[in-house]
């Protein structure tokens, strides 16, 4: 399998600063770290992503593969990120940046925090998405799934004003990305998929945020059949959900959630008949 060269850049995550509180007292809290990328393909500059910065690489891979810029893990040679200079140049097949140049046309501003953007004709590329129907995920497993998300260390627990994003396969956490926006925390885990060679058939994914028509699409490009979130549904969200077969669950919290969409594949537990 290719895989490209990547620079592994680091960055802190959070910063300790200096706040009064109510009754006037000092104290030293922390805050997450907010910077600019700006992705380069080819010495060409395409866009400017506000970030944590704790995956660049894997969300620079991923950024460039929802926005359909890329379709394949061999049109990438390198992805090199800088925070000297607050850059990720990728180095890419000429006809990536053929396929920018025509996507441009067609600009949609998403309701992501720090106003995502997605380009192209993003309802002619769902129209062909069809998700694993044979896909089924127990009660039991999708409790606990809420649950491992609710104890997992986390920015959020440290200095909040971050999303998370986790991707499972039954109850096992295979990765976790925060972001100060919940479409780079899903951006990152659909590059580290790719770098992976991680198809999305058999697992789940978990957000903090609300599940919008851009989350749907991302989870649908993926290939995971499952979206489950602490938050609630927007009504394109759910039609597009539809459309594509993914199974949508919000409001989960502790054992209690809500299906919007494909309660089919959900396993409710058999019960003991004298518990009936």
Not at 103 to 129: H, L, N, Y
Not at 243 to 265: E, I
Request: aromatic share 6%.
């Amino acid at each position: 399998m290719h895989r490209p060269v990547l620079s592994h850049a680091s960055v802190p995550l959070v910063t300790e600063v200096e706040v009064v509180d109510e009754a006037g007292r000092t104290k030293r809290i922390y805050i997450p770290g907010e910077r600019p990328l700006t992705i380069y393909v080819n010495n060409q500059e395409l866009v400017t992503l506000m970030t944590l910065g704790g995956e660049p690489e894997a969300l620079v891979l991923g950024w460039l593969r929802n926005q359909r810029l890329i379709t394949s893990l061999n049109d990438v040679l390198s992805v090199q990120v800088d925070w000297d200079v607050e850059a990720a140049a990728v180095t890419a097949q000429p006809e990536v940046l053929t396929a920018w140049n025509k996507a441009q046309k067609q600009r949609i501003v998403t309701t992501g925090c720090g106003q995502g953007t997605m380009f192209g004709d993003v309802m002619s590329d769902i129209e062909t998405i069809q998700l694993n129907p044979d896909a089924r995920l127990s009660q039991d497993v999708l409790v606990e799934v809420v649950g491992s998300i609710r104890t997992h260390p986390s920015i959020y627990k440290q200095a909040g004003s971050v999303h998370g994003c986790g991707l499972f396969r039954g109850t096992e956490l295979l990765m976790f990305v925060e972001d100060v926006g919940r479409h780079n925390a899903v951006d990152a885990i659909a590059g580290w998929m790719w770098l992976n060679d991680l198809k999305g058939d058999d697992l789940v994914f978990y957000t903090t945020g609300r599940l919008t028509s851009e989350m749907v699409i991302k989870g649908a490009q993926m290939g995971v059949p499952f979206l489950l979130s602490r938050s609630g549904v927007t009504n394109m969200g759910l039609e597009m959900a539809k459309q594509v077969g993914l199974t949508l669950v919000g409001r989960c919290s502790g054992q209690h959630f809500l299906v919007y969409n494909g309660a089919n594949r959900i396993v409710r537990p058999v019960l003991n008949a004298a518990n009936v």
